[in-house]
């Protein structure tokens, strides 16, 4: 028999984990459609019963993003300007509906290559917080998305929480899509700079939708520190490598591409983060 549990506490959550295979449900935009019209053969938690899971709070070392917090809880937040790109990418994810009940958390378990929260999230150093009923562990975010809809989640465990260490600098987010508006991303960039006299102290940048994983590209990260704020910026990602892009060809655009574009986007979103605007989003 298929059984469907809401719980009201975490505890309660994890006691049932910990007992069975379930599926767990959150926002549910990930889940409905993927479900289809096949019928349900796997036991359903249902956590949007857990408040304690909801909302984004800072300590003295860490911003945490709840679990059960939305994309829309995203935007609305005074966050520091290092989560510039990562309020851009969730005014992407899907329309306005889908941003006020799609989880930040289950964007990443569900382990698209074309996920918008992943750039913003990798460029800001942050961490997954993974809990079962005997123990918690942290992983760092490239460590929990291991492939395309596959994570390091252990049976009996779940994402609770998103840690981002304390982070400093500016950052920016531009994605490239067939279309303006709710649309797969073709490619996407996430870029965190630190500026310190007018030259790059330290520079995060991150790729999605050109590798079976968002990727930190660290020649282009390694290019851009010690540059000042001029035309050089740009010539350091146009002259960077790239080793750690693989893209696939399919009906949005071919591999050779995706490489171009990206390095495009790469320029813009650095230019942006740099204070430098040089627009939002690229039409394919």
Not at 46 to 63: C, F, M, Y
Not at 122 to 128: F, P, S, T
Not at 147 to 166: C, D, H, W, Y
Request: aromatic letters at 4%; hydrophobic letters at 50%; a positive charge.
């Amino acid at each position: 028999m298929i059984r469907y549990v809401k719980p009201t506490t975490v505890d309660e959550a994890l006691a049932l984990l910990g007992g069975g295979a379930w599926r767990i449900l959150a926002g549910g935009t990930d889940f409905f459609p993927a479900q289809g019209s096949k019928p349900f053969r796997d036991n359903v938690l249902d956590i949007n019963g857990l408040t304690a899971l909801r909302g984004i709070t800072e300590t003295g070392s860490h911003w945490i993003i709840g679990a059960r917090a939305t994309w829309t809880d995203i935007i609305r937040h005074p966050l520091h300007p290092a989560f510039d790109a990562l309020k851009q990418a969730a005014r992407e994810v899907g329309s306005a509906q889908i941003q006020n009940v799609a989880s930040v958390a289950g964007n990443l378990c569900n382990a698209s290559p074309a996920a918008d929260g992943v750039p913003g999230l990798l460029v800001l150093d942050a961490e997954v917080e993974l809990r079962s009923a005997a123990a918690t562990r942290h992983l760092p975010l490239s460590e929990f998305i291991l492939g395309n809809r596959s994570t390091a989640l252990r049976p009996g465990e779940m994402v609770t929480a998103i840690r981002v260490p304390k982070p400093t600098g500016t950052s920016a987010f531009v994605k490239l899509g067939a279309r303006r508006y709710l649309v797969i991303s073709i490619a996407m960039v996430a870029v965190r700079l630190v500026v310190e006299n007018a030259t790059v102290a330290d520079a995060a940048v991150a790729v999605g939708s050109c590798s079976a994983v968002a990727r930190r590209l660290a020649g282009i990260e390694a290019a851009l520190r010690g540059l000042p704020l001029d035309a050089g910026l740009v010539a350091a990602v146009r002259s960077a490598p790239m080793a750690e892009l693989s893209p696939i060809a399919d009906v949005r655009g071919s591999a050779e591409y995706r490489l171009d574009a990206v390095r495009e986007i790469v320029a813009r979103a650095v230019l942006e983060a740099a204070g430098k605007p040089a627009g939002d989003k690229v039409a394919a």
